[in-house]
């Protein structure tokens, strides 16, 4: 199974994914970076006045984008 990495992007900053998640196609990757997205928009991203500029950024081994989702 190929490794995806879920990073987090805004404007001015960029979170690495240091470990990533091993899954077995792109359509699951992207199920689980929309389920990352609404965890975060539901907790410490909700107080926040920078939530809405981060995006959840997904990558794999094979492919170098895969799915973009907007919190």
Known sequence: MPRHDFHLHSKD???C???GVDLPD???AQ???DKIAAELR????????????WTVV???????LIHV???
């Open 26 to 28: 792109p359509a699951t």
């Open 31 to 33: 199920g689980a970076a």
């Open 17 to 19: 994914d240091e470990e």
């Open 42 to 53: 539901g907790g410490l991203l909700h107080e926040s006045r920078t939530a809405c500029c």
């Open 13 to 15: 900053r960029f979170v």
């Open 58 to 64: 997904v990558i794999d081994e094979g492919a170098p």
């Open 69 to 71: 989702t907007a919190l």
